[in-house]
């Protein structure tokens, strides 16, 4: 599986097979709604032919959050935790996607799971 | 002439034997009579200001900061001081750029260790302040701390943020020495340690610097300080000082 924000290059995961996966969350404004949107593309490494039953799909998922500071240390400055957590998959003709569903909706550690994702 | 000068002679070899007997007959007897020596001490106001402080804030394009100091001699070993100032002082790092400023006032005493020799009054002192600031903190900007580079620039906030109306109380002890350059006219230096007893914390913010304090730490109450002075004093009235003197 594959895993890269929307509109970036960069890979957040490439071509590996998971169970969990860590995507970071964009701050562009505080006290406000924010979005966040990935693209998890499945069966990337079986596009090298044409062959369109091995095709690779790709679905979008968009994360939401409103971003709040709080004050670590006059080292650190200032961390974001996000509250008002919710997410949803962007429908298409060929979602492999089932359903996504948040568990917590205040993301305030990198531990545990916030959101599960049924594939 | 010849024999007068010879009697002349003869005249002063026996008073200069005879003169080291009395003058040491007259020693014992003061001796006895009198054990101590008097002379006189200045007493009155001394006042000066920092000169490192104003050193650093044309050194340092992030501070700016005077004290002015005084103190009042109370008797042969104690006085009333106390330190009057300002500062601006701008703390830059990665994930902030907070200015702080303000003014402050401490008042203690210092009590001087150092034994003079005779009418000097150089000083070897140790004293204590309560000091109190009153001090406004600007956050200018900040940067959130991430641990994650998959986005290429964090959040960054440029926003002022001011926490006006900050105030701060702490206690300090100092070491310090002022020495009597020309007459009138003190030097001096000292170290100061500093508790901070009660401050206004802004909120979901610290103080980092506080005016008089110098800068916080996380690790605890405590501070560091230190001052470069130049003083005068205005002597007011004198006052004998009894030196004993010993065998």
């Known amino acids: 599986m594959d895993v890269t924000a929307e509109n970036n290059p960069n890979y957040i995961v490439n071509d590996k097979t998971i169970d969990s996966i860590v995507l970071p969350l964009r701050v562009d404004a505080l006290d406000i709604m924010n979005t966040s949107r990935f693209v998890l593309t499945k069966d990337r490494d079986y596009d090298l032919d044409d062959d369109p039953n091995t095709a690779s799909n790709a679905d979008i998922i968009e994360v939401n959050y409103t971003p709040e500071l709080i004050y670590v240390s006059r080292a650190c400055g200032y961390k974001s935790v996000f509250n008002n957590l919710s997410a949803n998959r962007e429908t298409d003709p060929n979602n492999w996607i089932i359903n996504i569903e948040v568990i917590k909706d205040t993301i305030n550690n990198e531990n545990a799971a916030h959101i599960n994702i049924y594939h | ?247």
Do not use: C, H
Request: no cysteine.
């Open chain 2, 1 to 247: 002439m010849k024999m007068q000068r010879i009697s002349i002679f003869i005249i002063s070899l026996i008073v200069l034997m005879v003169l080291p007997l009395t003058s040491l007959a007259q020693e014992v007897q003061e001796k006895n009579v009198n054990d101590t020596i008097v002379v006189k001490q200045k007493y009155g106001l001394r006042l000066g200001g920092d000169i490192g402080r104003l050193a650093r804030s044309f050194i340092d394009d992030d501070y700016t900061g005077f004290e002015i100091s005084g103190d009042y001699r109370l008797t042969q070993k104690l006085y009333l001081a106390g330190e009057l100032g300002t500062e601006e002082n701008i703390i830059r790092n990665d994930y902030l750029d907070v200015t702080s400023k303000g003014s402050y006032f401490k008042a203690g005493i210092d009590y001087n260790l150092y034994r003079n020799w005779l009418d000097m009054e150089n000083l070897i002192y140790t004293g204590m302040r309560v000091g109190v600031s009153t001090f406004s903190q600007k956050l200018n900007r900040y940067t959130i701390y991430t641990t994650d580079q998959y986005y290429d620039t964090p959040f960054t906030s440029t926003d002022p943020q001011e926490f006006k109306g900050l105030s701060a109380i702490w206690a300090e002890l100092i070491v310090g020495i002022k020495a009597e350059v020309v007459t009138n006219l003190f030097v001096g230096i000292n170290a100061q340690l500093k508790g901070l007893v009660t401050e206004d914390q802004p909120t979901n913010f610290e103080n980092l610097f506080i005016p008089g304090f110098n800068r916080t730490f996380d690790s605890g109450r405590f501070g560091f300080g230190f001052g470069y002075n130049v003083s005068y004093l205005i002597p007011i009235y004198k006052k004998n000082k009894k030196i004993a003197v010993e065998d």
